[in-house]
């Protein structure tokens, strides 16, 4: 089970590197979290993949399967951490998904006809 000791070593972790998002009232008993504030990423996802990357030390290279999110944080934390970074993505993907992680992850394989065989792949 997670802990507040854990919770507060993942966030010291983060603090760095993650822009503090707003919280936002929506009515009075919901607020909102902003995690699409993230530059280039707009998702909560940075959050985690950071600390993941953090965890594993010394790398030089991190590779991941991903179709949105998960693999822009990927590559924008690789390109602050100076390491490289694969993405491999179905063939089905959006193709504006695509152009993105281009954008962001060092290299991206296309591979398999759906994202459960691309992540085999990998």
Known sequence: MIGITEVKKAYNNVKEFVKKTPLIKFNDEIYLKMENAH?????????GAYNKIKSLGSVKEVITAAVGSHGFAVGVIGKHLGIKTTCYMPENAPVDKKEKMAKLVDKVVVSGDQFSKTELRR
Not at 39 to 47: C, L
């Open 39 to 47: 530059d280039q990423i707009n998702a909560f996802k940075v959050r």
